[in-house]
């Protein structure tokens, strides 16, 4: 597979009944603040509905969008809790006003630093809380996910960091079904 740069254009952070602060550091030093003190900020729950925010906290709690591109054979069907559309090529985002497109923030996530600060109480039951980056490449719509940075869910507030290092044993490619796979496929993270 020849190797093309991809540019997410979604950014996932999905937190459960979870009070989220995000940050995103890129590598060019840009930094994306995000505390929720004034709305939602562009972040979107579920599917299309703002991402609630009560006291600049924001909180996601379910039933999540279940999102089945991703099903057999591909990797699977994931719970689109919380996410930022980060750029948008030609399209009108409609979830207004949105900061991180209004500030002119890179979207070259090469390297950067997420961190959020976050809890919750769930049970995973297996499952793990993962960055889902979204990008146009080679041809296709790449769905990976940060599998090798796993989010920890506690009772307590914490703050965690991910780093978007173009290291491809870090990410995973969520691939698509049959259905889907004109849509979705993989691409080289790096």
Known sequence: MATTTWQPRWLLAAILMVGLTTSVAAKSGDVYFENFADGPG?????????????????????????????????????HMLMWLLTKTPGEKPFMLPNRFIDQHHSTNLTDARLSVRLRGDIDLQGAQLLLLAQGRAQGTTANLVLSGQPFKITRDWSEQTVTLAPDPGQWTCLGARESMKHTYGCADVA
Do not use: I, M, Q, T
């Open 42 to 78: 562009g972040w979107v729950a579920n599917r299309h509905e703002p991402l609630p925010v009560w006291d600049g906290v924001a909180y996601c709690f379910g039933p999540w969008y279940l999102d089945s591109h991703h099903a057999y054979p591909g990797k699977g069907c994931l």
